[in-house]
C-alpha cells in the first residue's frame, strides 16, 4: 500500500498540475519575461520532483525488508556525491541567472516612464499624476490636514500643477511606460495588481518604486498585499487602461491641486462669510 | 567506523545530585529528561490552541458568509497561531524537549553540565507561554499585527490589541528569549565539553548535530529579536521613534518621527530566517537517524551530512532579506540576497539525496517512524523546490504575499518539520515510557496527517499563482481572481484541515492511552546501534548510566556490518565483544 500511495501522490501532482483550472490571470503587462522564469522554474522543479521521489518509491518497493535480507554496507561515495554537487549547481545557476537578468529590468525604469504617485493610507488608495511639467511635487507627511490630504508642499512650483485624484479609479494609457512612485502616510500597503504581475510596499517615510507597460486594455482591481489592520481585505482600487483618446477625456476631467486649493480657499472664505452673517 | 580513538579518563566521577523531595524530584527537577517532558508537555498544549486557532480561520476563508469570526478575531488569530506555532511549539519542542532529553544520552553525558539553569530554562519558558496567553483575556485581546509584527502597524490602532495584546506578545518574546539561552548555552557546552570518552564530534549522531548547530544559531540569532521587541516597546510606550516616521492615523498627524519600518523588518528576518533553520536543522538530524535505523544501513556520506548542517547553518545568516525581496528595500540587495539564497539550496539538495540514497538496497523496514520520515522527504522537497521560486528574486515578485507563500512555509517547516517531530516521538516513546504506541492507531493517525496535509497546502499553490493574498479576512468581490472555483477549492482545503485536525486528537489519545497500557517495550525496540538506547534501564534513570560511563569505539551508523551476526552494533561495543556472523573469522570491512 505504501509504495502505491507515494506513486498516486507523484502522480496526482503531475496531473493537477496539468488539468488545474487555477492559474495565472491572463497578463496585462510588459512582463511576461516574469511569467517566463516561473514557467522554466516550473519545469526544472517538477523534473527534479518527480525524478527524487520516482527513485524514492522505487526503493521502498525494491529494498523492503525481507526475511533474511540485509541491506548493503556503503558508507559515502566521494565521486556519486561530488557528481550530485556540480549537478544542482548547474542547476541553480541556470535558474538565477536568467531570474537576476529580469531582476534588472525591474528595478531599471526607462527614462521616459511617467511617474503616478499612488499613495496608501487606511484603507484606500489616492493617485498624484504630474502636470504639464511632467514633475512631481515635493510632499511631507506633516504638511497633511483636512485641506492638504496629499501633504504637498504649498510653495513648491512643481507641485501647483499635480494632478490629484482621491480615493477614486486610475486610468492609465496603454502601451505608456508608467513608473509608479509609492507612498503611505501611515503604515505598510503593498500596491498589487495580480494582472500586471508587479507589486511593491508602500513604506511610510520613504518613496519605493516599480515599473510597468500597461499592454492589455481592461479594468485591473488593486489590492493591498500588506498586512495594514482590520480593512487590509477590503483595501481595493481600481485601475482602467485605455487608449489615448479615452486616457486624454479621463485627463481633462481631473482637478490639479492649484485649482482644488482655490476651490478650498473659496469653500471657506463662504463659510466664514455664512457665520459672519449669521 | 574506526574504534582507536579512545581517550584515558582524565577526571574521577564526581557523585551526581539526587532529588530529595517530591518537589524537586518531580516539580522543580533538574534532570534533563524529565524537563524535557515538562518543555514537551506544554510546547503541546500552546500548540493545541494554535491548532483550534487555524479551524476557526479556515472556516472563516471557506465560508466568509457564516463571518464565524470578526476582521479583528482573524488577525488576531492567523497571529497567534503563527507566532505560537514557529516560536513557543517548534522552537520549544526541537530544542527544549528533544535536546533535553537527547544531548545527554546520545554524547554519553549523566545530564547537562548546568542543571540547576537547565530547571530555570524551562520555568522562565513556561512564564513566557502563559503571558502569551494571558493576551487573550486582556482588554483588546491578542494582537492581530501578524506574527512578524509589522510596524507601524503593529503599535497604531487600525490593529486589533493594540491596547495590550501587542505590549504583551513582545514582553512573551523577551522572556521566552531570556529562558531559551540558559537552556542553549547548557545545550552547547554539554556537547563541547561533556562527551563520554571515544564520543569524538564525528562519532555523535546527526540528531546532535543537528541540535548543536540549530542551538548555535539561535543564540546568534534571538538577540536580534530581542533587542527589535525592546526597541518596539518604547517606541510603543515611551514615544520613541526607532521604527516610527512621521506619519498620519486616520487623519491625525502624531508625534513620531525619523524611525524606520525597514530596519525593523531587518532585525526580524536577521532572527527570522535562521529560525527557519533552527527548526529545520534538528528535524534534518532527527530524520537522518530515524531513516538509517528504520533502513537497517548507515546513512549515506555522514561526513558530507554534517558540512551540509554546518554550512546551512552558516549561510542562514547571509539570506534574510530575501523576504524582503517587495519591502521597498533597496532594490539592488536583490542580487545579492537572491545568489546566496539559491546557494543554500545546493547543500539542502545534497541532504535530500543523501536521505534517498540511504534507501538505496537497504532493508527498508516500513515501521511508522520510517512512514513519517518517508513523508517527511516528500514535503520537504515540495517546500524546499517551491523555495526556489520564492528565493529568486523577480519570480518573487508575483507570488509574494499570495497563498503560493502560504502553502510554502507551511509545507517546509510547518508539515515537515512536525512529520519529523511525529516520527520522532514514535521512535522514541518507547525509550521514554517503557511502552509502545498503539500501531493501528499510530497508522490511522500517519496516513490521515500525511495525505491530508499533502491534500492541504498541494493546491493551496495555485491559489497563489491566481493571486489570491495571504491574510484576507475574505476575499469580497474579485471575480478576475477569486472565481467561484476557487472558493470550492478553499472549501476542499479547510475540509482537509478539520480532518488533520481530528486525526491529531487521536494522536493525543494515543500518548496517553498508551504511556498506561501500551504494551511494554522490550529493551531498544528498534535494535539501533545509537547510545541512547544502550542504557542499563529502559526508560532510563537520573544519571542515565548507571555506576560506569560508557566508553565509545565507534560512529553511531554501524548497520548490517558484514560479518557481524547482528545486523547493528552499538556504539559501546567493542571490535573483539562483536559476535561474527557463522563462517565469518572477523568483521568484513574494514574500518576507517
Known sequence: MVPFILLLVIVGSVLFHIFTPWYSTPIASNWSNIDKTIELTFWMTGGVYVAVLGFMTYCVIRFRSKEGHRADYEPESKKLEIILTVLTTIGVAGLLAPGLIVWDEYVSPPEDAMPIEAMGQQWYWSFRLPGEDGVLGTTDARNINADNPFGMNKNDPNGQDDILIEGDDLHLELEKPVKFLLRSIDVLHNFYVPQFRAKMDLVPGMVTYYWIRPTLAGGYEILCAELCGVGHHAMRGFVKVEGKEDYKNWLDDQSTFKALQEEAKLENKEKLAFHKSN | ?592
Open chain 2, 1 to 592: 567506523m574506526s574504534e582507536s580513538i579512545v581517550p584515558e579518563s582524565e577526571l574521577e566521577e564526581v557523585e551526581l545530585y539526587h532529588a530529595k523531595s517530591w518537589w524537586t524530584e518531580k516539580v522543580f527537577t533538574q534532570d534533563a529528561k524529565l524537563i524535557a517532558v515538562q518543555y514537551g508537555l506544554t510546547a503541546f498544549a500552546i500548540g493545541f490552541v494554535a491548532l483550534v486557532l487555524s479551524w476557526f480561520m479556515r472556516i472563516q476563508i471557506a465560508f466568509p458568509e457564516l463571518s464565524i469570526i470578526s476582521e479583528g478575531t482573524y488577525y488576531q488569530f492567523i497571529t497567534m497561531h503563527g507566532m505560537i506555532m514557529v516560536v513557543y511549539l517548534l522552537t520549544a519542542l526541537f530544542l527544549g524537549a528533544f535536546g533535553n532529553y537527547l544531548i545527554p544520552l546520545m554524547v554519553g553525558a549523566r545530564d547537562m553540565v548546568f542543571p540547576y539553569l537547565n530547571m530555570v530554562s524551562y520555568w522562565t519558558y513556561l512564564v513566557a507561554v502563559l503571558v502569551l496567553f494571558v493576551s487573550f483575556f486582556t482588554p483588546g485581546g491578542p494582537t492581530g499585527a501578524g506574527w512578524t509584527l509589522y510596524p507601524p502597524q503593529a503599535i497604531l490602532g487600525g490593529t486589533p490589541g493594540q491596547e495590550s495584546g501587542i505590549i504583551l506578545m513582545l514582553v512573551s518574546l523577551c522572556i521566552f528569549i531570556v529562558g531559551f539561552t540558559m537552556g542553549g548555552l547548557n545545550y552547547v557546552i554539554t556537547i563541547l565539553q561533556a562527551r563520554t570518552r571515544g564520543m569524538t564530534l564525528m562519532r555523535m549522531p546527526l540528531t546532535v548535530w543537528g541540535i548543536f548547530t540549530a542551538t548555535v544559531l539561535a543564540l546568534f540569532a534571538f538577540p536580534a529579536l530581542f533587542v527589535s521587541a525592546v526597541m518596539m516597546l518604547f517606541d510603543k510606550l515611551l514615544m520613541t521613534s526607532f521604527f516610527m516616521p512621521a506619519l498620519v492615523e486616520f487623519g491625525e498627524n502624531l508625534t513620531y518621527g525619523g524611525g524606520s519600518p525597514i530596519l525593523f523588518q531587518h532585525l526580524f528576518w536577521f532572527f527570522g530566517h535562521p529560525e527557519v533553520y533552527i527548526v529545520a536543522l534538528p528535524a534534518f538530524g532527527i530524520v537522518s537517524d530515524l531513516i538509517s535505523v528504520h533502513a537497517r544501513k548507515n546513512i549515506f556520506g555522514f561526513r558530507m551530512m554534517v558540512w551540509a548542517i554546518v554550512g546551512i547553518g552558516a549561510l542562514s545568516f547571509i539570506v534574510w532579506a530575501h523576504h524582503m525581496y517587495v519591502s521597498g528595500m533597496n532594490p539592488y540587495f536583490g542580487f545579492f540576497f537572491a545568489t546566496t539564497t539559491l546557494i543554500i539550496a545546493v547543500p539542502t539538495a545534497l541532504k535530500v539525496y543523501n536521505w534517498v540514497l540511504t534507501l538505496w538496497k537497504g532493508n527498508i523496514h516500513l515501521t511508522i517512524p520510517m512512514l513519517f520520515c518517508l513523508a517527511f522527504i516528500v514535503t520537504f522537497l515540495n517546500g524546499g523546490l517551491t523555495g526556489l521560486f520564492l528565493g529568486n528574486v523577480v519570480v518573487d515578485v508575483p507570488l509574494s504575499d499570495t497563498y503560493f507563500v502560504v502553502a510554502h512555509f507551511h509545507m517546509v517547516m510547518g508539515i515537515a518539520p512536525v512529520l519529523v517531530i511525529l516520527g520522532a516521538i514514535y521512535h522514541w516513546f518507547p525509550l521514554i515510557t517503557g511502552r509502545m504506541l498503539h500501531d493501528g492507531m499510530g497508522r490511522f493517525h500517519f496516513w490521515v496527517t500525511f495525505i491530508g496535509s499533502y491534500l492541504i497546502y498541494f493546491p493551496m499553490h495555485y491559489l497563489g499563482f491566481i493571486g489570491v493574498p495571504r491574510r484576507y479576512y475574505e476575499m469580497g468581490q474579485t471575480e478576475a481572481l477569486y472565481t467561484s472555483s476557487a472558493a470550492d477549492l478553499n472549501v476542499f482545503i479547510t475540509l482537509a484541515a478539520l480532518a488533520v485536525g481530528f486525526a491529531q486528537l487521536v494522536f493525543v489519545f494515543n500518548v496517553f492511552w498508551s504511556a498506561k497500557k501500551g504494551i511494554v517495550a522490550e529493551k531498544n525496540p528498534w535494535k539501533a546501534a545509537s547510545l541512547e538506547w544502550q542504557t542499563p534501564d529502559q526508560p532510563p534513570v537520573h544519571g542515565n548510566f548507571g555506576k560506569e560511563l560508557p566508553v565509545i569505539y565507534r560512529w553511531a551508523y554501524d548497520y548490517s556490518v558484514p560479518g557481524a551476526e547482528d545486523d547493528f552494533i552499538p556504539q559501546d561495543v567493542p571490535n573483539e565483544k562483536v559476535k561474527l556472523a557463522k563462517g565469518h573469522s572477523q568483521l568484513g570491512v574494514e574500518s576507517t
